[in-house]
């Protein structure tokens, strides 16, 4: 069964510093991956995601993930965060195209003045 | 446009009572999920609909039931509320299979006292 792992489950940060969020998961076929974010008191939102292509993938607002098959991860970077980054961010995982995501438990990222 | 709403937005019940959380889309989106979130957990699936009259169970289904009647509402009942039950409820819709985007609502925070 798939499974995904988030190494952190806090990441304290200052404003304008670099930040990677770390992913891993298991699965023995192919698999979607996401990143889903979560401010405070709201539901989650699509932050990014590979389905297929390029293993580097963006986001509007400066994240990127690299899905590394050989690794098995997709770490979530930003080289530069700001205070409205502030949120709990969460990887999720399609296992062969199935409709249902496996999330992991998520990484709370702090961003301090 | 209102998207996809969440009813009661707040919760609180007695051990043994029967509660119902409301999920309403506007969209018309053939998949709609049931999720807990819980500290240390991040999200379980509980139930899962591919469309009206078609639902699923998935990885903390017992002490739930659903119904999907119509495309645009997913009700979850808990028949006989316990404390272990005391989380935030999110449901979600996607449009279909192939898009994997979920849209989420605002949650429910249920509390059973």
């Known amino acids: 069964a798939q499974s995904v792992t988030q190494l952190d489950s806090q990441v304290p940060v200052f404003e304008e510093a670099p930040v990677e969020l770390r992913c891993n998961y298991s699965s023995s076929v192919s698999v979607y991956l996401f990143w889903y974010v979560q401010y405070p008191n709201q539901g989650l939102q699509l932050l990014l995601k590979?389905?297929?292509?390029?293993?580097l993938v963006e986001s509007i607002n400066g994240f990127e993930a690299e899905f590394n098959k050989s690794q098995t991860s997709f770490h979530l970077r930003k080289p530069s965060v700001h205070i409205s980054d502030t949120a709990e961010y969460f990887c999720a995982v399609s296992e062969g195209g199935s409709e249902k995501l496996v999330f992991g438990k998520g990484t709370k990222l702090t961003v301090n003045p | 446009d209102a998207g996809i709403t969440q009813s009661p937005r707040y919760k609180i019940t007695e051990t043994g009572r029967q509660v119902t959380l409301m999920c309403h889309q506007t969209w018309s989106h053939s998949y709609m999920f049931w999720y807990r979130q819980d500290l240390g957990h991040g999200l379980r699936l509980i139930y899962y609909?591919?469309?009206?009259?078609?639902?699923d169970k998935g990885e903390v289904p017992d002490g739930y039931v659903v119904s999907r009647s119509k495309t645009e509402n997913f009700p979850l009942t808990l028949e006989s509320a316990t404390r272990s039950q005391t989380s935030v409820y999110f449901c979600?819709?996607?449009?279909?299979?192939?898009?994997?985007?979920?849209?989420f609502g605002p949650g429910t925070r249920l509390t059973v006292t």
């Open positions: 609909s591919a469309a009206a009259d078609i639902t």
């Open positions: 979600a819709s996607t449009r279909q299979r192939s898009s994997y985007e979920q849209y």
């Open positions: 590979y389905l297929s292509g390029s293993t």
